[in-house]
């Protein structure tokens, strides 16, 4: 459970047929040192009941297709003009979803039969319905050690536009009988207790449209779920197989499964640990693949492929999944950090697994963000990562003791021998590569890793060579000496 629930300043918005209710950029902010893991969407909607007796309370059907009018759109600003857009206009029983396997958690008054919220009866007159909907922020509670590194700082926040809409009336078409009167949304960060500056990722929800019918192909990075939009006839997917592309090949990770629930068998590996991710699901989609609970380092990273080996019918596929950062988005990310420290501070970006020796490998490193250190701080001194002043641009920095150590170890290990003729080149490139996992953006490929060239890696290659070559100098001219 969240630490803080405190609504946002300004946090209450009304909201019309055909309007939104948005919290815009800028406008959502949390004290430091805690980290914004969901954002809940209080809904208070005045419903009038124009019949002479009461209206029934609505079948969870009802319930669905009531919250399918509201649509959910969430934007991550990189600059004045780039954006990150985790949702879309996605419709909120698709939202309801993504909490449930990230979370655990259920939208609040929407189950059970309560008065006032969305399963309870209407009385004749005005009604009050309250219900809360809840905003994935990046935080995955079914992976062991989420805490260490999900959720979004008070920095990051700020970049964020949150924007509920709604289309027509939901009540009215949900019965003729009922009518919205009048609608309020108030947004209320749930947050807990984190280190300052610890930038998050974030997870996207999208739509799947490949040329083969009978086949879903995501992009790279970490696919948390991939679902069938409504039930596969008769939910039989006997001739279904998922493979993840990973360093070492493809990987089958379900091969011919009978019904849905082994999917989520699979999935729920803490059997009554939480029953709420798997509850109804089948109602609306058919889950085709679901990262299981595990610790991340356990935890598949690529692209995944979901393919019916004897077409049954067309696959019509949706995703979520956190895409692969880019070097741009990275840079980006850090600067815009950077911009909101005091003029006389500077920043130095350390990728948050490495800052919490966290046991993962090379693929995950990605989609543990980074932590911001300033230079009050003193692990700004020992770690390499991505410095950058405010209003400036990132670039990347080694501690000089580290670099020097590094070059060291490097010609040490190129020192010719009988068993590495050549030198041991091979632990020459584990020093480079163990450096740099220290920086954000020093992985860009999660399948190929380190042998797919980026732009920080190539920066810590370059300055180990020159570190390298002025050693080399330096003790050719003590012995000319």
């Not at 909201?15 to 809904?43: F, N, W």
């Not at 590996?269 to 709420?276: F, H, K, N, Q």
Request: aromatic share 6%; proline share 6%; with cysteine.
């Amino acid at each position: 459970m969240a630490d803080n629930l405190v609504p946002f300043a300004d946090g209450t918005k009304d909201l019309r047929p055909y309007g939104d209710a948005t919290m815009t950029k800028g406008s959502m902010i949390i004290s430091p040192k805690q980290s914004c893991i969901a954002i809940e969407a209080r809904v208070t909607a005045n419903v009038l009941n124009s019949d002479s007796s009461t209206v029934a309370a609505l079948a969870m059907a009802d319930r669905l297709t009531l919250l399918s009018a509201y649509t959910l759109y969430v934007k991550r600003f990189l600059s004045e003009k780039d954006t990150i857009q985790p949702y879309q206009g996605q419709a909120l029983p698709v939202v309801r979803d993504d909490f449930r396997t990230q979370q655990e958690l259920d939208f609040v008054g929407l189950t059970g039969n309560t008065a006032g919220t969305l399963g309870g009866s209407f009385a004749v007159g005005m009604n009050k319905v309250d219900f809360t909907v809840l905003i994935p922020m990046g935080h995955l509670a079914f992976i062991k050690d989420s805490e260490k590194f999900t959720g979004i700082c008070a920095e990051q926040l700020l970049d964020f536009e949150v924007k509920l809409k709604m289309g027509a009336d939901p009540f009215k078409a949900a019965n003729v009988k009922l009518a919205l009167s009048s609608q309020t949304v108030t947004y209320v960060p749930r947050t807990r207790k984190a280190r300052s500056r610890r930038h998050g990722v974030v997870f996207h929800s999208a739509d799947i449209n490949n040329p083969q019918s009978d086949t879903i192909t995501t992009e790279s990075g970490l696919v948390l779920n991939i679902w069938n939009k409504g039930a596969l006839a008769g939910t039989n997917l006997e001739t279904l197989r998922v493979t993840v592309k990973t360093d070492e090949g493809a990987v089958i990770v379900t091969d011919e499964p009978n019904t849905p629930a082994e999917v989520f068998k699979k999935y729920d590996l803490e059997p009554g640990s939480d029953s709420i991710e798997d509850s109804g699901h089948t109602d609306a989609r058919t889950p085709l693949f679901l990262n299981e609970e595990k610790p991340l380092k356990n935890m598949f990273a690529g692209p995944v492929a979901v393919k019916q080996v004897k077409k049954k019918e067309d696959f019509d596929g949706i995703v979520n999944y956190c895409p692969t950062p880019s070097t741009a988005q990275v840079l980006a990310e850090v600067a815009q950090m950077a911009a909101k420290l005091p003029k006389n501070r500077q920043l130095l970006a350390v990728n948050t697994a490495i800052l919490e020796k966290m046991d993962v490998e090379d693929a995950h490193l990605p989609f543990c963000g980074f932590t911001g250190l300033t230079d009050q701080d003193v692990p700004f001194y020992d770690y390499a990562g991505l410095r950058c002043l405010p209003g400036g641009v990132p670039f990347v920095v080694i501690p000089p003791q580290k670099l020097r150590n590094a070059a060291l170890r490097i010609l040490d290990a190129m020192k010719k021998s009988p068993e590495y003729p050549e030198g041991n080149t091979g632990a020459a490139e584990s020093i480079r590569q163990q450096l740099a996992r220290e920086i954000p953006g020093a992985i860009v490929d999660v399948v190929d890793g380190f042998t797919v060239p980026s732009w920080v890696y190539s920066q810590v290659q370059s300055m180990l060579a020159a570190e390298v070559n002025a050693l080399v100098a330096a003790m050719q001219a003590r012995r000319a000496a």
